[in-house]
């Protein structure tokens, strides 16, 4: 969490996660922030960040250990999926699908793991 950031505000996602370090990815500092600019980052306007900020900020000074943050590519509806089937990103979109779709049918987050290079998803404690 980083109040003092020069884009408003933000919060380093913690890439690479397990799944980017298994596929040796390298990089750092991915950030979610405000200022509606970016060179990699999820930006979006202030009053987003300030909304969702808020909620993070909350949840972890009353105790919760972490919040999670789920990215995806678009939304991963099955005509989207059809429409992206020729990407070359398309294998690794089917994973993520997975999880996606547990939260459309649940509306909770799943608990994520990396397994075989693989994410896995189960119920969230």
């Not at 933000?10 to 200022?35: E, I, K, Q």
């Not at 300030?50 to 949840?59: F, K, M, Q, T």
């Not at 999926?81 to 509306?107: P, R």
Request: charged share 25%; with cysteine.
């Amino acid at each position: 969490m980083n109040p003092y950031s020069r884009f408003h505000l933000s919060f380093n996602l913690g890439y690479p996660n397990t799944y980017d370090r298994a596929r040796n990815r390298t990089g750092s500092a991915l950030m979610v922030h405000g200022n509606c600019v970016s060179i990699g980052c999820y930006a979006m306007t202030d009053a987003r960040i300030e909304e969702i900020y808020s909620l993070c900020d909350v949840a972890l000074m009353n105790g919760q250990r972490f919040f999670r943050v789920h990215c995806f590519p678009f939304r991963m509806t099955e005509a989207n999926m059809k429409k992206h089937q020729k990407s070359k990103w398309i294998k690794e979109w089917k994973n993520l699908k997975a999880g996606y779709d547990w939260f459309e049918k649940t509306k909770r987050p799943p608990n994520v793991e990396v397994k075989g290079k693989r994410y896995t998803f189960s119920e969230a404690d």
